[in-house]
C-alpha cells in the first residue's frame, strides 16, 4: 500500500510540473503604448515563440486592423475581434504550415483614434520593420469592416504594391 502512494504522489507531482510547464507555452500579447502617427497611441504586440531580438532569423508581419469599434485611446478594445482575440483566448496558432514550409508571425494589431490613412499605415509597417525582425517581403494586412477597407484603398495600395492583404469589409 505504501508503494502505491508513493507511485501516486510521483505521479502527481509530475502532472503538476507538467502543468506548470505548459502555462509558459500560453501566447503573449503584449500591449505597447507607442506612437507609430498621430493617429496612433498603441498596439498590441506578438512575438513568435522563439523570437530573437539579436538572432537572424526573420519573420512574416501580420498586421490587424480592427473596425471602429476598435478606435479610441483603450487597447483592450482590440481584444474583442480577429487575431488579438484569437491570442489572447489561445487559439491563435503559434504557427502556419504551407507546401512543407513552416511559419510563425510577428503580429501587430494598431489602435487608431480616428479612421486610418495610407500614411497611418505606413507609419506602423515602418515602426514594425525597424524594430523588429521582419521578413520585408512578406508583409500581410488584414481587418475586418474599417479595418478591411483601408488596407484595400488605392492609396494604401499605391503606397505599397508589395502588400498583400485579406479584406473582411461589411
Known amino acids: 500500500m505504501k508503494e502505491f502512494y508513493r507511485f501516486c504522489s510521483g505521479v502527481f507531482l509530475c502532472l503538476s510540473l507538467s502543468l506548470l510547464s505548459l502555462r509558459g507555452l500560453s501566447q503573449v500579447q503584449t500591449p505597447r503604448n507607442i506612437s507609430t502617427s498621430a493617429n496612433s497611441q498603441g498596439f498590441y504586440e506578438y512575438l513568435p515563440a522563439g523570437y530573437n531580438p539579436g538572432g537572424t532569423q526573420t519573420y512574416p508581419l501580420l498586421i ?7 478606435l479610441g485611446t483603450n487597447l483592450s478594445l482590440l481584444l474583442a475581434n480577429g487575431p488579438p482575440m484569437l491570442i489572447n483566448t489561445n487559439d491563435w496558432p503559434g504557427s502556419f504550415t ?3 514550409s513552416t511559419f510563425s508571425f510577428v503580429v501587430i494589431s494598431p489602435q487608431f483614434i480616428e479612421w486610418p490613412t495610407a500614411a497611418d499605415l505606413d507609419a506602423v509597417v515602418n515602426y514594425a520593420v525597424s524594430n523588429y525582425r521582419v ?18 484603398s488605392p492609396m494604401a495600395i499605391r503606397s505599397r504594391p508589395s502588400f498583400r492583404y485579406v479584406e473582411q469589409s461589411g
Not at 521578413?135 to 483601408?150: F, K
Open 135 to 152: 521578413d520585408v517581403h512578406r508583409i500581410y494586412l488584414t481587418g475586418l469592416s474599417m479595418g478591411g477597407a483601408v488596407p484595400a
Open 98 to 100: 504551407v507546401n512543407g
Open 64 to 70: 490587424f486592423i480592427s473596425g471602429t469599434g476598435g
